[in-house]
C-alpha cells in the first residue's frame, strides 16, 4: 500500500521570512499536525517550540536562546 507521507506545505503567508531550506526536508515528528495553526501542540518537557519557523524540535535540536525565545539549530 502506498501513501503520501510528505503533504508538508510551506506556510509562507504566515513567515515571509521562513527559510525554505532543509526545513521542510528534515523528518520531524509533527507530520501529522504539519499546517495546523501555531501553539496548538504544546511541546513536551524534552521539547521546544522555535520562535522563528514555530516548529516543536526536540531540545537536541536546539540552536539558541534569544531573550527568553528558543531558536532552532536550523534557523540560526
Ligand atoms: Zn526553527
Known sequence: MKKS??????N??????????AEYLAPVDEISTAGVDIDVVPPQE?????????LVRHKSQLG?????????????
Do not use: A
Not at 507521507?5 to 510551506?10: E, H, L, S, V
Open 12 to 21: 509562507s503567508n504566515l513567515t515571509d521570512d521562513l527559510p525554505l531550506s
Open 64 to 76: 539558541k536562546m534569544d531573550g527568553k525565545l528558543s531558536v532552532c539549530k536550523d534557523c540560526i
Open 46 to 54: 524534552d521539547e521546544f517550540t522555535c520562535s522563528q519557523c514555530f
Open 5 to 10: 507521507q510528505k503533504t508538508i506545505k510551506p
